[in-house]
Nanobody, 121 residues
Framework: VQLQASGGGLVQAGGSLRLSCTYS????????MSWFRQAPGKEREFVAG???????QYAGSVQGRFSISRDNAKNALYLQMNNLKPEDTAVYYC????????????????WGQGTLVTVSS
């Protein structure tokens, strides 16, 4: 199982970025896929997740600004991030959970390498 995240970069506050994560390995369609992030000096935190049926969850801090989606035909996961804030600065990771959709990073089985998002004020 391999996950490859991309799309990070430097953006001004109020701007937008779209992260992508491509997946290879087990059947993509029945897996929970999520985005986590880790800012310097902080613990990794849940950002958004999507079940194989399309159900989604968001962290309160990104609700209404970020949108998670998946394309099972392309084995791809996306995170559209709008109205970015300096506090969104972090390394963003995509992850796979072989069980149910949760916000607990300890339940996730596979992780991508991360992509850095930097939001300037």
């Amino acid at each position: 199982v391999q996950l490859q995240a991309s799309g990070g970069g430097l953006v001004q506050a109020g701007g937008s970025l779209r992260l992508s994560c491509t997946y290879s390995g087990r059947t993509f369609g029945r897996l929970v896929m999520s985005w986590f992030r880790q800012a310097p000096g902080k613990e990794r935190e849940f950002v958004a997740g999507v079940s194989w049926t399309g159900g989604t969850q968001y962290a309160g801090s990104v609700q209404g600004r970020f949108s998670i989606s998946r394309d099972n035909a392309k084995n791809a996961l996306y995170l559209q991030m709008n109205n970015l804030k300096p506090e969104d600065t972090a390394v963003y990771y995509c992850a796979v959970d072989l069980g149910a959709l949760t916000r607990d990073s300890r339940t996730y089985n596979y992780w991508g390498q991360g992509t850095l998002v930097t939001v300037s004020s």
